[in-house]
């Protein structure tokens, strides 16, 4: 599916949108045509209703129409607040006089409603689409996958290496991209996932060779060895050492490559802590510019008994 619904604040800055919010007669315009638009959220006043900044034209947001819910929910004071400072998509609904000064009423639910509306119709297992990370926690990522709408992205699905928390992989307001996991339409909710986007075990052991030394990140510890990443699909195991810990960064030398076990053999040279460093650069290995829906993915190199796979 080619999604026209994008992340809030990707569409801030197009031209058409700094067109359609310059004056009130592009504000008509958009709400004759029915189009999304967006602006910055300026202030939240004490009846939880948003005032977004449209330069002459005064943008106000009813509470109720800050964000989609469903039926007999209401909107949730967090929900509001925390749109001040940042983007929020709209459609005009309305345009009224008030003091002297033009004032467009904005709908944030009605935005989030249509893309809500066209993801449960369109969107597939499989399809490839833009998100951003907005809040991280132990079990997950959430990610916005258009218009504001929330979508988990649980820590499993994350990458092929195991990591602790999100915050080893992503950072909050990095755009990033996901494949659509299931499509919950009882509930309207969607889950994704983005593990199959980083490439296939033999894509990612390419990059390295036997008696290479590299570095990795030190991802888990057991008893019978420590697996280091050495890119986010793609680990290798060493010999247990005392004095390493979890989120070490560590110098290891390739000792093999073994496609048909899909392992790994390294030797750990060195360890020091990396908690200063920021989250690994991620490679891609799908390019999202011409491939927009992938049905399995095989991360299991050929000949290899044990098959680690996704089917969507």
């Not at 809500?116 to 689409?129: K, Q």
């Not at 075990?201 to 036997?210: G, K, V």
């Amino acid at each position: 599916m080619q999604n026209q619904y994008l992340p809030e604040g990707l569409l801030l800055t197009t031209a058409q949108n700094r067109e359609a919010i310059a004056s009130q007669a592009g504000l008509e315009r958009a709400m004759a045509q029915g189009r999304i638009l967006e602006a910055p959220a300026a202030l939240c006043d004490s009846d939880m209703n948003l005032y977004v900044d449209l330069g002459n034209v005064r943008g106000y947001m009813p509470r109720e129409e800050v964000a989609y819910c469903r039926a007999g929910e209401e909107v949730k004071q967090i929900a509001v607040i925390t749109r001040v400072g940042k983007p929020v998509c709209f459609k005009v609904i309305g345009m009224r006089e008030e003091r002297g000064m033009p004032t467009a009423i904005l709908s944030r639910r009605a935005a989030q409603l249509e893309c809500r509306t066209a993801f449960l119709a369109d969107l597939i297992p499989g399809d490839i689409i833009r998100a951003k990370v907005t809040h991280l926690e132990q079990f997950g990522a959430f990610v916005d996958i258009g218009c504001g709408i929330p979508s988990l992205l649980t820590v499993d699905c994350i990458s092929v290496s195991r990591i602790s928390h999100p915050a080893d992989r992503f950072t909050v307001g990095e755009h990033i991209p996901v494949v659509i996991r299931s499509i919950d339409r009882e509930n309207d909710r969607i889950f994704v996932t983005h593990r199959e986007l980083l490439g296939t075990w033999e894509e990612n052991a390419a990059a390295f060779s036997p008696t290479e030394t590299v570095s990795g990140i030190v991802r888990s510890i057991e008893d019978y060895g420590i697996f280091v990443e050495l890119a986010p699909n793609l680990a290798g195991l060493a010999e247990v050492k005392p004095h390493v810990h979890v989120g070490d960064v560590a110098s290891v030398y390739i000792k093999s490559i073994i496609p048909s076990r899909m392992k790994i053999k390294l030797v750990l040279i060195d360890a020091c802590p990396g908690t200063a460093l920021p989250p690994p650069t991620r490679k891609y290995f799908i390019d999202q510019s011409c491939v927009t829906h992938i049905d399995r993915w095989l991360y299991s190199p050929p000949g290899c008994a044990k098959i680690i796979e996704t089917v969507f």
